[in-house]
Nanobody
Framework: QVQLVVSGGGLVQPGGSLRLSCAASGTIFGINIMGWYRQVPGKERELLASITSGGSTTYADSVKGRFIISRDNVKNTVYLQMNSLEPEDTAVYYC???????????WGKGTLVTVSS
């Protein structure tokens, strides 16, 4: 069983930066995709960025050029560097691991990011 521990949320002023981390414990088998999502009340969870075990990345238009996803395969950790934060980025952020073998998906507990002056 894979467990994901998320850290790094908090309060930041507009224009500021935060880095989220998501560490996976347990064994992830084979090719996998790690991703970051966010959700605000009343809206669906939104995929922000993903990165494959080979390092290929994708970004949602809403964060492209501002957020950077990266991963450390030795530490089984995925990061989200968030720059130029805007009040509209306020949300609960989640990480996800999609293990292609067996089509297994794991979620971490969300972390609240608040962008406000």
């Amino acid at each position: 069983q894979v467990q994901l521990v998320v850290s790094g949320g908090g309060l930041v002023q507009p224009g500021g930066s935060l880095r989220l981390s998501c560490a996976a414990s347990g064994t992830i088998f084979g090719i996998n995709i790690m991703g970051w999502y966010r959700q605000v009340p009343g809206k669906e969870r939104e995929l922000l960025a993903s990165i494959t075990s080979g390092g290929s990345t994708t970004y949602a238009d809403s964060v492209k050029g501002r957020f950077i996803i990266s991963r450390d395969n030795v530490k089984n950790t995925v990061y989200l560097q968030m720059n130029s934060l805007e009040p509209e980025d306020t949300a609960v952020y989640y990480c996800n691991v999609h293990q292609l073998y067996g089509d297994m998906r794991y979620w971490g507990k969300g972390t609240l990011v608040t962008v406000s002056s």
